[in-house]
């Protein structure tokens, strides 16, 4: 089967294009959004604070996100979050551009869109297998990430580039315009309303509770599945509060903004490259040699803490980019083949929690933890707590031993 046969699907190609848009914003909004805090105050605290009111509205609404995902359109649902996701960009970027900005009320509008975007999170993944055939899961999930890393290639040092040359609130317009643009293309996309969910699926629909106590069944009866949640609660509070917080405040004092955007433009490159790679691959026990690969995360952690320089930067990013991407489509894959096509969206969301629940602390802590331990030793601290997690993870017997389904290769391409 050729890598790029689900672009044959006209449902696969507007679903990509929409969130590769969203992707190319969303590398402006971290870079920007970090270093107008750092203008407005220059306290890591503070971008913290900002960063983390934003993942906490996420986590709180990502349940309800997954049970509209169930029971409505799903690319209706994205459509709303897109819209709602520009505007409220949009009056971050007016507050910052026009000197307005005051840290209250950037965490105001920050949860705001982090709860606009729990609605669209759970819907944005579990459209996916509706768009291509079961054959094909593997495929889409690595053309999706491959083009998500290309966007974020192109838009990382761009971004640098607008921030460092004419200013943060230029990075932010960048982001709300994409929300517009991907908007238009989930509005134009169609797909079954009931692609891939068995005959014998629930035919009522019931209260908002019980759909929540059927994904919390489908959640907790998979043991890999709740192993890995709960490992990367770990690591993604870690990974977060170190790149997102700590990571542009050594940049601001060594390699520069500049240069900072390069870094994060050399992991991308090698998402793009792993991407390639896991394509080709067909391990039986995926799940097991993604959660392996996560390991690599860590590196630019340690590098970060250690010798903060440009080249050793670039090639610590670009090692965990690669093996992130080998996790990441392992992991869509395993999802769509083993979760009830009705209940997807909920699962996920259950996933997204438990993953993104300790962000926010991560983010919020990391900087108080910094000024009474030190930058080094915190960043140092960091990379061992994401090792440990993994290590975690992989003690699990189900993760270690559960396979791959190979499907049947489908007749018939999916609309």
């Keep these: 089967m050729s890598m790029f046969a689900p672009l044959r699907h006209r449902a696969f190609r507007l679903l990509s294009i929409g969130r590769t848009v969203n992707t190319f914003g969303n590398t ?55 819209a709602l996701a520009a505007i409220t960009q949009g009056a971050i970027a007016t507050l910052v551009l026009t000197h307005a900005a005051t840290i209250p009320l950037l965490i105001g509008l920050a949860a705001v869109n982090g709860m606009v975007g729990a609605l669209a999170l759970p819907a944005s993944s579990a459209i996916v297998p509706q768009t291509v055939p079961a054959d094909e899961r593997q495929q889409a999930n690595a053309l999706n990430r491959l083009f998500f890393s290309g966007a974020a290639v192109v838009g990382a040092p761009v971004a640098g580039v607008v921030v460092a040359g004419v200013g943060p609130g230029w990075g932010i317009v960048v982001d709300a315009t994409t929300f517009v643009l991907a908007g238009i293309c989930f509005a134009v996309l169609r797909v079954p309303d009931h692609a891939g969910v068995p ?43 170190s790149l997102n917080v700590l990571g542009p405040t050594v940049a601001n004092d060594t390699i520069g903004r500049r240069a900072w955007g390069v870094v994060l433009a050399a992991q991308t490159v090698g998402m793009i490259v792993g991407a390639l790679v896991a394509m080709r691959l067909r391990p039986r026990r995926m799940l097991f040699f993604g959660t392996a690969c996560i390991t690599l995360l860590a590196l630019p952690v340690l590098v970060l803490g250690v010798a903060p320089r440009l080249g050793l930067l670039v090639v610590a990013a670009f090692v965990a980019g690669l093996g992130l991407e080998q996790f990441g489509i392992a992991w869509e894959t395993t999802m769509q083949e083993h979760i009830p096509a009705d209940k997807l969206a909920r699962v996920y969301s ?9 962000i926010p602390i991560g983010q919020i802590a990391i900087g108080p933890v910094a000024r009474v331990a030190g930058v080094q030793s915190t960043l140092i601290g960091a990379a061992a707590l994401m090792l440990l997690a993994t290590f975690g993870m992989l003690s699990s017997r189900d993760v270690r031993q559960l396979r791959h389904r190979l499907p049947e290769p489908s007749v018939e391409p999916a609309g």
């Design 350 to 358: 259950y996933d997204m929690l438990g993953s993104f629940v300790a």
């Design 199 to 241: 005959a014998d699926a629930e035919p009522d629909r019931r209260s908002i509770l019980a759909d929540l106590f059927t994904g919390w069944y489908e959640f907790r009866s998979r043991t890999w599945l709740w192993a890995v949640v709960a490992g990367f609660c770990v690591l993604n509070a870690a990974w977060s509060g």
């Design 28 to 82: 402006f909004a971290p870079i920007a959004l970090a270093f107008a805090v750092l203008d407005l105050t220059g306290s890591a605290s503070d971008l913290g604070l900002v960063v983390g009111a934003r993942t906490i509205a996420n986590v709180l609404f990502l349940l309800f996100g997954g049970v509209l995902a169930d029971r409505l359109p799903r690319h209706l649902l994205m459509v709303g979050a897109s």
